[in-house]
């Protein structure tokens, strides 16, 4: 689901249990031959996570490994400083932990550790909280934490460094293995920091990102990869690294029923969000008029006015009527009881300057244009609040893309549909009914349902790739396998899956967390608490989409709590309308940056560029998503040239904070 189809809530009056949250970013080096890493390189690294964390700074060497740390503050303690080592337990030894995320259930599990016999300095930090328990519970640690995290722990006793995310994907964390060291940090500049030149563009990848338009776990950058959600690696001080998963889907169910299923689904919620409003600053809710963000607010004002609070609420205004949902905001926020307000999300400065800067920050292109309002949208709320929580994942958890019911179709219907004729079918309207029948026809052709995701997913056509001159190997129709396609014998289960573990993980909450944070601003997201993502994944489809309808259930539960005309509404994609920008005001841009050589740079063909931006231009074909990729390409190619050039040449390992960077007019 698209975050920026939200606007902000805004809690002022409320206090509430003081915690140790860490909203930051994080970094480190083990050193594989037993000297201490470069504190250069390790300076490099933490100037790039700043952004994430403002507010304080940390850096700690024990032995090989060196750790840093970028503090946005949720609450003002002195205890709140990372690294965070074990310094104060005599039992914990060599230890030390950064971390990026919540703990929800940290309390919980502070009684449990001591009841064990462990020792706290701090009253209610969640940090210490990791110490102790990898002392405990050392590689089950992982399983018991509830919440969305990416930390790294180092254990000096037993020389090893542990890395570990949230199940489904909220945190990032990067990392490199050299035939020396082992780097990892919170976004792809702070990794690239730690070595000495720029890796080689790995062409799997670009691949990959012209298909899908985002990357899978290996970067566009050759030995930069991202941990997997739901996983731990283990990196030995001697060099040898295991990963593995902690967490898996459950599988689904083949008898359940609706009986009770809408009570519990509301409990969970309710559940969900009152963790997460735990926090002593303002907090914010991105709310919308669509039926995620709605429950969600609806949810959190209903606890705070149990307190006697009552929420504030900021909803976004968009510059065209036709992406404009703020009405049906409004009319959310009059039926919870919240004091109104109305925000503009505009950009503060030229659009391609946003790009650069958000390119900069995380070192890898997206072919989702909503990470600009969402970044707009950022920007606006952090002047209030520090937390907003969100809708996000809803989509894939409660069944709520028009695809999982086109691939149902398929596997029913396949041979008719594929007989239509599809280049009768005009594609100039990405809207409308004809474009999402041919898109439908064009799914059709391939036999297999993956094949068939995979066309409806698709960013680039492998005839359109091959165009570019990117070399796709094999001589089949669509020579890209989806990966880790999950074979289910219910095609709608397999493509639900495929989504939680791939394109919200990859895509959505990707940009969800690049572009908040590239403003300070933690997002926190109730719809992707475990129980409930575990529950959504267990129910059959038939009960999350009674009478294939979207979000079926979740409209059932949010009928007890927001106006019908909100769960009855049809869902609105949130979106700028950059297509049109695309024909108008920043054709000229987009015309300088495509006919650059930038492209040429990375072995693609400028030819069907050109002819795709005329097609577009003369209103023939929407190529918006195609040529909003492609820009992102010719901008990360800029990055990549400036940072080259900005990197040190004398050996060491230093590269430049990004606010030295020079911009490419």
Known sequence: MYFIRH?????????????????????????????????????GMLAQVRHRGPDDQGTATLGPCSLAHARLSILDLADGHQPMDA?????????????????????????QLESHGHRFRTDHSDTEVLLHGWRQWGLQLPNRLEGMFALALWDGRDRKLMLTRDRTGKKPLYWHRGPRQFAFA???????????????????????????????????????????????????????????????????????????????????????????LEADVPLGCFLSGGIDSSIVAALAQRRLARQGGQLRTFCVRMPDSAYDESNAAATVARH???????????????????????????????????????????????????????????????????????????????????????????????????????????????????????????????????QLGLDLGGNGQDDLPMPDWPEHENVVISAMRWDLTHYLPMDVLRKVDRASMAAALEVRCPLLDTAVVELAMHVPPELLMPGNKPKGL???????????????????????????????????????????????????????????????????????????????????????SETSRAMPRDGSTAAPSVSTMPAKG
Not at 391 to 396: A, L
Request: proline letters at 6%; charged letters at 20%; glycine letters at 8%.
């Open 186 to 276: 919170s976004v792809i500049p702070s990794v690239v920091a730690s070595l000495p030149d720029m890796p080689a563009v790995n062409r799997q990848s670009l691949g990959l990102f012209l298909r899908l338009g985002y990357t899978g776990h290996q970067t566009l950058l050759d030995g930069i990869e991202e941990l997997p959600a739901g996983h731990r690696m283990i990196v030995s001080a001697d060099g040898r690294t295991q990963c593995e998963a902690y967490w898996q889907l459950p599988p689904p169910s083949r008898s359940s029923t609706s009986v009770m299923l809408t009570e519990g689904l509301l409990e969970l919620l309710d559940d969900a969000v009152g963790k997460r």
């Open 554 to 640: 979740l409209r059932q539960v949010a009928a007890k709590r927001v106006p019908a005309e909100i769960v009855n509404r049809p869902k609105q994609g949130f979106a700028l309308p950059i297509g049109r920008w695309f024909g108008g005001e920043l054709r000229l841009p987009l015309e300088q940056h495509l006919g650059s050589g930038d492209l040429e740079s990375l072995g693609l063909s400028a030819l069907p560029v050109r002819q795709w931006l005329l097609e577009h231009v003369r209103g023939e074909v929407d190529h918006t998503h195609r040529l909003f990729a492609l820009l992102q390409l010719t901008l990360w190619v800029q990055w990549l």
């Open 7 to 43: 606007s902000v809530l805004v809690i002022r009056s409320f206090s509430l249990l003081r915690l140790d949250y860490r909203v930051c970013g994080i970094a480190g080096i083990l050193r594989f031959d037993g000297s201490s890493p470069d504190a250069r390189a390790l300076a």
């Open 336 to 466: 919870i009881g919240s004091q109104h307000t109305v925000l503009d999300a505009r950009p503060e400065a030229p659009i391609m300057d946003d790009l650069r800067k958000l390119m900069a920050i995380y070192g890898e292109p997206t072919a989702d244009s909503s990470i600009l309002p969402t970044y707009w949208l950022s920007v606006a709320a952090r002047r209030h609040v520090k937390v907003a929580l969100s809708g996000d994942g809803g989509d894939e958890t409660f069944g709520g893309y028009d695809r999982y019911r086109a691939i149902r179709l398929l596997a029913r219907h396949r041979q008719w549909v594929s007989r239509l004729p599809v280049l009768l079918l005009p594609q100039s309207n990405p809207k409308s009914a004809f474009t999402r029948l041919r898109r439908l026809v064009e799914a059709a052709t391939p036999q297999q349902p993956a094949r068939q995701y995979q066309s409806m997913m698709r960013l680039f056509s492998t005839a359109q790739i091959r």
């Open 87 to 111: 310094s104060g337990c005599a039992t914990c030894g060599d230890l030390a932990v950064v971390f990026n995320g919540e703990i929800y259930n940290h309390r919980d599990l502070r009684k």
